[in-house]
């Protein structure tokens, strides 16, 4: 199974400031990165696929970025509602594997 | 609007089957990709298995002796069952939908809102 390495485990930030997620993948996965959001209340949805495409719906201060092993979400500009969970995903083969979780806090 | 409900008993007990039903509306579950993912106390997440839109399956091997992922198209339904379950097997429980782009990107791009299960006796 291809292991992913999600970090931090939690950020502690402040509203209005930028903040980036790691993910590092134990093997390439061309690619095949997917990012989520779960709020509070359990829901989860898509933010980004296939490593920088931002889903419908979802605000321009998210971007993803990454190539071989070592891929990356960014918010430029913390918002209210973006303290949550934050996850990755890779699909490039299977099992599809998920980081730990990013657990980004109100400082 | 594409929309998932999980159901199912809250509490199993241990050596028992763990048995959930994912409803979907809005879209036919006899087109794309349908999936479970659980994730534990703790916060890991892990993709138990999926059902296409022919009826095949794949199971995460770490499963694959205990999990079966199958469906009901005249409900638009499609089911979870993990045998013989353990306290490791408490967790919240999404199904949701692998979908894909035109440019045949794949993700999860609608989930349920998802389902606690407590293993105890």
């Known amino acids: 199974d291809i292991q992913m390495t999600q970090t931090p485990s939690s950020m502690p930030a402040s509203l209005g400031e930028r903040v980036t997620i790691s993910c590092r993948a134990s093997q390439g996965i061309s690619n095949y990165l997917n990012w989520y959001q779960q709020k509070p209340d359990g829901t989860i949805k898509p933010l980004i696929y296939?490593?920088?495409n931002l889903q419908s719906g979802v605000p321009s201060r998210f971007s993803g970025s990454g190539s071989g092993t070592d891929y990356s979400l960014t918010i430029s500009s913390l918002e209210p509602e973006d303290f949550a969970m934050y996850y990755c995903q890779q699909y490039d083969s299977s099992p599809w594997t998920f980081g730990g979780g990013t657990k980004l806090e109100l400082k | 609007e594409v929309q998932l409900q999980e159901s199912g008993p809250g509490l199993v007990k241990p050596s028992q089957s763990l048995s959930l039903t994912c409803s979907v509306t809005g879209y036919s579950i006899t087109s794309n990709y349908w999936g479970w993912i659980r994730k534990f106390p703790g916060n890991k997440m892990e993709w138990m298995g999926y059902?296409?839109?022919?009826?095949?399956?794949s199971y995460n091997p770490s499963l694959k002796s205990r999990i079966s992922i199958t469906r009901d198209t005249s409900k638009n339904q499609f089911f979870l069952q993990l045998n013989s379950v353990t306290t490791e097997d408490t967790a919240t429980y999404y199904c949701?939908?692998?979908?894909?782009?035109?440019?045949?990107?794949?993700?999860?791009?609608?989930w349920g809102q998802g389902v606690m299960v407590t293993v105890s006796s």
């Open positions: 949701a939908r692998w979908g894909y782009t035109t440019d045949y990107y794949y993700y999860f791009d609608y």
């Open positions: 059902i296409s839109y022919s009826g095949s399956t």
């Open positions: 296939y490593t920088s």
